[in-house]
């Protein structure tokens, strides 16, 4: 099994979780299949631990990915990295599948020359943003990294630190009201993909915001939103033609 090539023209792609078509989500092998493929980002997902550290997944919880009914932000970091994952067949025989760390993936993304696309799960207070962006720029990276969430204060508490940033909100909402929104504070846009036509496009455009969106797995709809001029594309799947 591959990834699917489309013609994206000049949409950049961002691989969700990694390679996560392929691999176990926002696991180290799931970077590096998106870092030896021609993805210009990899995504992923930052939750805090209860003892202060940071570790990368989804749901919030491991029962899917691992069986484990156990809230990340309810456990150690020690604990949630040594739990193996599921393996893409249902079975815990690969011992590298396990959470990912920030630095891991920081490292990743630096030596493939990929965007990291850092999706902000938990509601960070304004010490943890500044440790992550710590964190981040202790790999002389952080101009390699866009930031995004749903939590709209946490887009707000990274600007505040570091107003250079690029910061992109996650939402299904592309309405003017929301483009004036973040056209006032400076932010780009991270949108579900049905949110979107190319007048939409085009009126982000004109307000000066860049358009992410999410999560496509559908050739036909990918190359319809590149043909409108969307500026990024996030898939489990897809991968630009050279």
């Not at 959470?99 to 020359?113: D, M, P, T």
């Amino acid at each position: 099994m591959n990834t699917m090539k489309i013609n994206a023209g000049k949409t950049l792609m961002v691989a969700h979780r990694g390679v996560s078509g392929l691999e176990r989500e926002n696991t180290v092998a799931a970077f590096l299949a998106a870092g030896n493929r021609s993805y210009y980002g990899i995504e992923t997902d930052i939750y805090r631990t209860n003892d202060g550290n940071f570790i990368l997944n989804h749901d919030g919880n491991l029962q899917r990915i691992a069986g484990e009914n156990l809230k990340v932000e309810e456990a150690s970091y020690e604990t949630l990295r040594r739990i193996t994952l599921y393996d893409m067949d249902g079975t815990k025989r690969r011992v590298d599948l396990h959470l990912a760390s920030l630095e891991e993936y920081i490292s990743i993304c630096k030596r493939y020359e990929k965007v990291a696309v850092l999706e902000l799960k938990s509601g960070f207070t304004d010490e943890e943003i500044a440790e992550i962006v710590r964190r981040i720029e202790s790999f002389d990276y952080l101009a390699g990294v866009t930031f995004i969430s749903f939590n709209y204060d946490n887009l707000l508490k990274v600007r505040a630190i570091r107003p250079e940033a690029v910061c992109q909100f996650l939402t299904g909402d592309a309405s003017d009201e929301m483009i004036a929104r973040l056209a006032g504070d400076r932010l780009d846009l991270d949108v579900y993909h049905e949110a979107l036509t190319e007048e939409r496009i085009a009126a982000l455009h004109a307000a000066g915001i860049r358009v992410n969106c999410w999560t496509v797995d559908s050739k036909e709809r990918a190359e319809a939103l590149a043909s409108w001029g969307v500026d990024y594309i996030t898939s489990n799947i897809l991968e630009a033609q050279a």
